[in-house]
């Protein structure tokens, strides 16, 4: 069974830093796809970064220059370095994994993490 275990949220001051973490685990062969979605009461998850296997990242507009995705394939790992927060960055993040298992690759998340971004 294959799981995804976020930590790293909380509450963090406008322009301070935080950075979240997600570690895959269980049985799988690899993980071609991971990244960060968020969520708010009464709005649907959206994106805010991913990252290929390759290492090519994509953004959403709203967090271009402040937020950085990166990955350790070794730790199966990803990470989001969020710089400079805004009030409107609280939300719950979901680590996002496309894992490709025996029977094919599949699409897990986390439990997800609060971020609150407030003086």
């Known amino acids: 069974q294959v799981q995804l275990a976020e930590s790293g949220g909380g509450l963090v001051q406008p322009g301070g830093s935080l950075r979240l973490s997600c570690a895959a685990s269980g049985s799988f062969f690899s993980i071609t796809a991971m990244g960060w979605y968020r969520q708010t009461p009464g709005n649907s998850r959206e994106l805010v970064a991913t990252i290929s296997s390759g290492g090519s990242t994509n953004y959403a507009d709203s967090v271009k220059g402040r937020f950085t995705i990166s990955r350790d394939t070794a730790k199966n790992t990803v990470y989001l370095q969020m710089n400079s927060p805004k009030p409107e960055d609280t939300a719950v993040y979901y680590c996002?994994?496309?894992?490709?298992?025996?029977?094919?690759?599949?699409?897990?998340w986390g439990q997800g993490t609060q971020v609150t971004v407030s003086s």
């Open positions: 996002y994994g496309r894992i490709v298992i025996v029977t094919g690759y599949y699409d897990y």
